[in-house]
């Protein structure tokens, strides 16, 4: 769902990058040409991350990554809340919030899938350092 929503975005950002060319191209104003500059840039950006994302989920370009880890709730002043998977030093963002008790003081066994390109979170697992499943993301566990 979030890889439809951004591919709809950038659509939708270069649908306004042919909306402000036309009014530049009629008034030939400054400010007009500024919007295409940035609706170029928009385009590009969301456009090229939102294809990166595409070609590793249909590639399945994955990194796992597995070993103890712990996790933190990143939990921002606007209300969204995300959750870290903390491997040693490395960190990884993810969505979805587990529904077991978690923290640093919290060790899991971990399992954690990213893309290769932008990294972010696919799916994760976490078990107890005995192997029993905890809580997964994956809807076929």
């Avoid at 590009?44 to 597995?66: H, Q, S």
């Amino acid at each position: 769902m979030e890889i439809v929503l951004t591919w709809l975005i950038g659509l939708l950002c270069l649908a306004s990058l042919v909306i402000y060319w036309r009014e530049w191209w009629k008034t030939r104003n400054r400010v007009k040409l500024g919007k295409v500059f940035l609706a170029v840039f928009a385009s590009v950006a969301i456009l090229g991350m939102a294809g990166m994302e595409t070609y590793d989920r249909i590639t399945t370009n994955y990194i796992v990554e597995t070993g103890e880890c712990y996790v933190v709730n990143d939990q921002s002043s606007k209300g969204s809340s995300n959750v870290t998977l903390w491997f040693g030093e490395r960190a990884y963002g993810f969505k979805e919030i587990p529904d077991v008790a978690y923290g640093p003081g919290q060790l899991f066994s971990c399992r954690a899938t990213m893309t290769k390109q932008m990294q972010s979170g696919i799916d994760y697992e976490l078990r107890s350092l005995d192997g029993e499943l905890l809580y997964s993301t994956r809807s076929d566990d």
